[in-house]
């Protein structure tokens, strides 16, 4: 049997979608107090600024009304859509920087305008009375006596002179309570965007093969290999030869002394070929003594004086 449904039974919505891959900042219980002192602080400034106004509405106090205004709205929504699990959409961790970046520029602005504007007030003035319209804004009206001093565009007693003092304090700490805020929202934020990150699978490859891999030693550079002749046996380098000395040049009336040979030594494992006999000299010609040993000492011809002195061995004839 087929189930009846009523015609006019509107059909159930669905359910709303899980929100994947999105960023919701837990934050922790100080930061939420941070948050409650920044509304309460906020609203102590749109009191003074509304007790201000209502006498005389300032360039500096309107502004730091404004300022007081966007707080709440600011914080609203950082708690909202982070602590509510159905405004979980609304959440944007960029907009939660921005919104706190923007609003410590605005409070610093306020710093400064307020402590500007009381510092204005210098110049002491008579005032015969003063009375209120019953307006919300610019009620104050009062009557100085002093007409020589310049036209004053308002007067202040010393409750609206501290209350103006107030203002500005209070804006510098509320600068510094949102400074807090994004430097804990962009801290955790980058930490969050540094463990998501991916980690190349090349890098972590190659590091683990250079990790795995045994060191190797470099390659030993092997000297050239020597031809080696068949038929001829090892030869080895003949040993340097003393470098030859200078005798003098010989004086008059001595013989010259005779350079003493030196011999050649010459390695034992080379060998020489057989030694040829020269022919026998031909009759009527001189004989053939072949190369000058280099074994033995050349032969000096003997010196002659250019005066006439015998050579040694002759007979000596003076003149």
Known sequence: MAEIKAAGAPAPAPAPAPV????????????????????????????????????????????ALVVGLMTWGVVAYALVSEKVSGARGLYNIWAILSLDLLMAIFWLSSMGANAAQRASFVHSVNIEYCWDDGSAVNSGHCVVSKRALERRAAVAGSVALAVMSAIAGLSALLMLLFVATLVF??????????????V???????????????????????PPAQPVYAGYPSQTQPQAYPAPQVYPAPSAYSSPTQPQGYTQSYPPSQTYPPTIP???????????????NPNQAPHQPPYHSPHGTPAPGQPYYPP
């Not at 309460?40 to 007790?51: N, P, Q, R, S, T």
């Not at 929202?185 to 998501?196: D, I, L, P, V």
């Not at 020269?278 to 000058?292: D, Q, R």
């Open 185 to 198: 929202h962009g801290h955790t934020f980058r930490m969050y965007h540094q463990a998501k990150k991916p």
């Open 200 to 222: 190349p699978s090349d890098n972590a490859t190659t590091e683990m093969t250079a990790q795995q891999a045994p060191a190797q030693a470099p390659p030993q550079v092997q």
């Open 20 to 63: 994947e891959n999105q960023y919701v900042q837990q934050t922790p219980l100080w930061v939420v107090v941070v948050r409650g002192f920044q509304a309460l602080f906020a609203f102590v400034i749109l009191a003074m600024c509304g007790y201000l106004i209502h006498g005389k509405a300032m360039d500096a106090n309107v502004f």
């Open 278 to 292: 020269s022919p026998a000299p031909l009759a009527g010609s001189e004989p053939y003594n072949g190369y000058p």
